[in-house]
C-alpha cells in the first residue's frame, strides 16, 4: 500500500522548473533514496513532501489525504504528527539541553515528557548525554539529538536531508545502523544523499535532473 504519491508535482519559480511532473509511490515500509547532482530538485521534493512548501502543479497524496486539500493549520499538523524531518544542518536550540531539544517536538504534539525524551535518547546512545548543550556535543551527537527528535512522536514517514553529510565514518555508521533498525521496524524512510552508499543502502533509488524524475534503481532487486 503506498502511505506516500506524487502525481504530475511540478514546482515553478517563473520560467525555473525545480521540479518537473513529477510521479512518485512510496510504499508503507518502504526506504527510498533520492540522489542527483547539486540543483535538481531533491530539497524541492523534500519540502514539498514534509509539507514545508507546496507544488504549483500536481498534488501529493499522504496516507490517503491529498495535501493540497488542508488549511495551512493542518499541514503543520500533519508535519508534527506523521513526518519526523532529519536535517544535515542539525537546527538544534542553542540554549536547550539535549533533553530539552527532543522534548520541543513534543510539545508541539502533546504534553512534554522528559522520561519519553530520555528514552528516545537512550534509543541512540545519549542517555548519558542528555543534559548537555548543543556547543557540548560533538557533530555525530548533535545529529543524533536530532533523529530523537524526529521520532519521539512515531511518525510513519521519516524524511533526511543528507543525514550523514556532516559525519565523520564512525558517526555516519552509527547513523545508518540506527537507519537499517528503523527500515526493519517497519517506518517508511525517504533519503536524500549524495554518497553512494547511503543511496545502496535503500530498497529503491530515485534519481533527478533538472528537476526531472529521469532513473529508478531498484537495489532491493539487485541484492537478490
Given at each position: 500500500?503506498?502511505?506516500?504519491?506524487?502525481?504530475?508535482?511540478?514546482?515553478?519559480?517563473g520560467d525555473l522548473h525545480a521540479l518537473y511532473d513529477v510521479t512518485?509511490?512510496?510504499?508503507?515500509?518502504?526506504?527510498?533514496?533520492?540522489?542527483g547532482?547539486?540543483?535538481?530538485?531533491?530539497s524541492t521534493m523534500m519540502n514539498i513532501i514534509g509539507c514545508l512548501d507546496s507544488p504549483t502543479a500536481g498534488s501529493v497524496v499522504l496516507d490517503g489525504t491529498d495535501l493540497a486539500t488542508m488549511s495551512a493549520s493542518r499541514l503543520t499538523a500533519v508535519r508534527r504528527q506523521t513526518i519526523g524531518l532529519i536535517f544535515q544542518k542539525f537546527h538544534l536550540v542553542?540554549?536547550?539541553?539535549?533533553?530539552?531539544?527532543?522534548?520541543?517536538?513534543?510539545?508541539?504534539?502533546?504534553?512534554p515528557e522528559r522520561a519519553e525524551a530520555l528514552v528516545a535518547l537512550e534509543r541512540v546512545g545519549l542517555r548519558d548525554r542528555a543534559h548537555h548543550l548543543p556547543s557540548q556535543l560533538s557533530g555525530g551527537e548533535q545529529q543524533r539529538?536530532?533523529?530523537?527528535?524526529a521520532l519521539i512522536n512515531y511518525p510513519q514517514l521519516v524524511?533526511?536531508?543528507?543525514?550523514?553529510?556532516?559525519?565523520?565514518?564512525?558517526?555516519?555508521?552509527l547513523v545508518l545502523d540506527f537507519f537499517r533498525q528503523l527500515h526493519a521496524d517497519g517506518t517508511t524512510l525517504v533519503v536524500v544523499t549524495h554518497d553512494p552508499v547511503v543511496a545502496g543502502l535503500a530498497d529503491r533509488q530515485i534519481v533527478l535532473d533538472h528537476g526531472r524524475l529521469v532513473r529508478e534503481i531498484d537495489n532491493a532487486a539487485a541484492r537478490r
Open positions: 500500500m503506498a502511505l506516500l504519491q506524487l502525481s504530475g508535482v511540478t514546482k515553478s519559480y512518485l509511490n512510496v510504499q508503507a515500509g518502504e526506504w527510498v533514496s533520492v540522489v547532482p547539486s540543483g535538481s530538485g531533491k542553542s540554549h536547550l539541553t539535549a533533553v530539552e531539544n527532543v522534548m520541543v517536538a513534543q510539545y508541539y504534539h502533546s504534553v539529538v536530532c533523529i530523537a527528535r524524511l533526511a536531508d543528507e543525514p550523514t553529510g556532516n559525519l565523520d565514518e564512525a558517526n555516519e555508521q
